[in-house]
């Protein structure tokens, strides 16, 4: 089924499904020291792009109100 998403988020070209299972896999090889570093890594990851999403979400948001009151400019000039 790698390869394939029909229905299911993707990462790349594998359902996640397919991906928690050989990180799981791969977990289990590792000592509980090595499996803290990988642990700290991924959530290190998640947290940056958490962080960039909200520095987007935050720019879209005072792009749409800036829109907003120009779009309220031009309505009371014209009217």
Do not use: H, W
Not at 15 to 35: A, F, M
């Amino acid at each position: 089924m790698a390869g394939t998403c029909s229905g299911e988020y993707c990462v790349g070209k594998e359902p996640v499904s397919e991906i928690e299972k050989k990180y799981q896999e791969l977990l289990e090889t590792l000592s509980p020291e090595q499996e803290e570093v990988i642990t700290e890594y991924c959530n290190a990851i998640f947290s940056s792009g958490a962080d960039t999403e909200k520095f987007f979400y935050r720019l879209g948001l005072k792009d749409g109100l800036n829109l907003k009151n120009t779009v309220k400019s031009v309505l009371e000039m014209i009217s």
